[in-house]
Antibody
Framework: EVQLVESGGGLVQPGGSLRLSCAAS????????MHWVRQAPGKGLVWVSR????????NYPDSVKGRFTISRDNAKNTLYLQMNSLRGEDTAVYYC????????????WGQGILVTVSS | EIVLTQSPGTLSLSPGERATLSCRAS?????????LAWYQQKPGQAPRLLIY???SRATGIPDRFSGSGSGTDFTLTISRLEPEDFAVYYC?????????FGQGTKVEIK
């Protein structure tokens, strides 16, 4: 059974940093692109970052480029999101998601972890 | 960036009725596929994949859910609403390396 379990969320002050983790199980982790998606309270889904299976390529939207870094440790079956220079608008539930092996859609999602940026 | 616009924002229907949700892209999402997916999200839960490549149902999704469209205009149809179908629905495009979602359509009980 495919499982994705996020951790590392919490309360952080504006300008601070936080690293999220996503532990994967039930599939060959290194064979899949992985993504982070966030959802501000009461708002819609926003794609945050993507990494290839072999870590050779990453993508970010302009809203987080230069502040967030996606990475992975295939030996530990774990995905990471390093978030620096955090702002109030980064407050959201963060989901890790697996890109399907057959195409660009997301076939499995974690349960999400809340990040709150506030003083 | 491809912008996805969903309509209506809210759909108020009764169980057993047909739901028709629209998703319009700011430019074509055809790139060796009709690169559009639909997800369902219930309160406090992660999104669940319903439809990919515009019209293919994901594993385990009931056949009352169907997707159609190509290019810039797409539709998700729920043929007869069941009580568990009342939720928020998002479209998503994966035609390029900047994935985007629509703002969502809430299907609520009338």
């Amino acid at each position: 059974e495919v499982q994705l379990v996020e951790s590392g969320g919490g309360l952080v002050q504006p300008g601070g940093s936080l690293r999220l983790s996503c532990a994967a199980s039930g599939f060959t982790f290194s064979g899949y692109w992985m993504h982070w998606v966030r959802q501000a309270p009461g708002k819609g889904l926003v794609w945050v970052s993507r990494i290839s299976g072999d870590e050779s390529s990453t993508n970010y939207p302009d809203s987080v480029k230069g502040r967030f870094t996606i990475s992975r440790d295939n030996a530990k079956n774990t995905l990471y999101l390093q978030m620096n220079s955090l702002r109030g608008e980064d407050t959201a539930v963060y989901y890790c998601a697996r890109r399907s092996a057959s195409g660009g859609w997301f076939d499995y999602w974690g349960q999400g972890i809340l990040v709150t940026v506030s003083s | 960036e491809i912008v996805l616009t969903q309509s209506p924002g809210t759909l108020s229907l009764s169980p057993g009725e047909r739901a028709t949700l629209s998703c319009r892209a700011s430019q074509s999402v055809n790139n060796n596929c009709n690169c559009l997916a639909w997800y369902q999200q219930k309160p406090g839960q992660a999104p669940r994949l319903l439809i990919y490549d515009a019209s293919s149902r994901a594993t385990g999704i009931p056949d009352r859910f169907s997707g159609s469209g190509s290019g810039t205009d797409f539709t998700l149809t729920i043929s007869r609403l069941e009580p568990e179908d009342f939720a928020v629905y998002y479209c998503q495009q994966y035609a390029n390396s900047l994935w985007t979602f629509g703002q969502g359509t809430k299907v609520e009980i009338k």
